[in-house]
């Protein structure tokens, strides 16, 4: 794994074989069933420069249950870039005083552009329409737990991609990453407009795997064993394709219906969050709630232990990790949510 972790591209089966391994070791952690200090004394600098909820979150939560502590900084207004300062110039400043970064930029490009300047490790937590590779790294992680709980093994599975597959950087990640596994079937299925880049899907079909495009959901996913859904990214629309985009139909929509009479008993559902939840949108719909085949919750809880097995890895932790654990002294609850399987 190298210095930084900024697109999937610097990954290979080796080293996320190794972040999947060392996140498996996480779990105790991530579950408050142990505790490690081994990042005592480490400042994490959390800078999103984009609306953010969850990934920020659970960035802060992974460094402080490594015993780390956590700098947030969140939008332009309240930064320095505000006053004109440069990528270069804010990375500089920050590789100062922290230990590590993690950065969101609606510009595809900037985190690389801001890790220039740095030899502390740096995390893209997405920029803009590009990539998303903790998110791609807990997606995979979620999927390999799924299958084993299954009992499925990943060579050979099909996988359908639907929704905005254009500006949704967490599919860009995902479809790169489960390239370097066995031959798969990916399917992929997206409004007219929002279609996967034609350089990833010739990126994937050149490593041996069978990819498919259909403009809509209504045919038969009975093998489906991973529906991966995501959210219509408005925000990064054009002036004109804001203007031309009416909105996309219900045939797009991944839903009850849908699973019970296109998918078998055991597809998988997940979403990188949020939904949008709102009429007439026709994002992941809300009747699957309590579906035990909807997995976005327990996807989410994957993110503490894969993002805490980035960190340590990152900052050459990871084989501490065994030899600095002891049981957590507060309450902790059986289960975290009324939606947990």
């Known amino acids: 794994m190298s210095r930084h972790l900024l697109s999937v ?37 959390n800078l999103f420069f984009e609306a953010s909820t969850r990934t ?3 960035f802060n939560a992974a460094f402080c249950r490594l015993g780390g502590s956590v700098c947030d900084t969140t939008g332009f207004t309240f ?35 801001f890790a220039e300047a740095t030899h502390v490790p740096v995390i893209n937590g997405g920029d803009g329409p590009g990539e998303h590779p903790s998110q791609a790294l807990l ?19 099909h996988i359908l991609l639907t929704g905005d597959l254009k500006y949704g950087r967490t599919v860009h990640s995902l ?20 279609e996967m880049p034609t350089h990833l899907i ?23 064993d991973v529906v991966y859904t995501t959210r219509i990214q408005k925000e990064r629309f054009t002036e004109e394709m804001n203007e031309s985009f009416k909105g996309i139909s219900d045939d797009f929509m991944v839903n009850r219906a849908f699973l019970d009479q296109r998918c078998g008993e055991s597809t998988i559902v997940m979403h990188p969050l949020p939904r949008d939840s709102r009429a007439g949108a026709n994002d992941l719909n809300v009747d699957l709630n309590g579906d035990p085949r909807l997995a976005i919750f327990r996807q989410t809880d994957n993110g503490i232990p894969m993002r805490m097995a980035i960190f340590a890895t990152l900052l ?6 065994k030899d600095d654990l002891r049981p ?12 947990d399987r």
């Not at 997606?139 to 599975?157: H, P, S, V």
Request: hydrophobic share 40%; proline share 4%.
């Open 9 to 45: 591209d610097s990954l290979n089966r080796d080293s996320v074989d190794h972040l999947l391994r060392v996140a498996a070791q996480m779990e105790p952690i991530a579950s408050r069933r142990q505790v490690t200090r081994v990042l005592e004394g480490a400042v994490l600098g």
């Open 56 to 58: 920020r979150v659970s």
């Open 79 to 113: 930064s320095s870039m505000a006053k004109g300062e440069s990528l270069y110039d804010t990375s500089r400043v920050m590789s100062g005083y922290c230990d590590a970064i993690v950065m969101r930029h609606p510009d595809q490009g900037s985190v690389a552009e």
């Open 139 to 157: 997606d995979l992680y979620t999927i390999d737990k799924e299958f084993q709980r299954l009992g499925k093994r990943l060579e050979g599975a």
């Open 175 to 194: 479809i790169k990453l489960l390239s370097l596994y066995a031959p798969l079937r990916i399917t992929l299925v997206s409004p007219p407009g929002l």
């Open 202 to 224: 010739d990126l994937v079909s050149s490593r041996g795997h069978r990819v498919e495009v259909r403009d809509h959901l209504g045919v038969d996913f009975s093998d489906l």
């Open 316 to 321: 050459q932790v990871d084989e501490l990790i």
């Open 328 to 339: 957590v002294r507060w309450f902790v609850p059986s289960q975290t949510g009324t939606l």
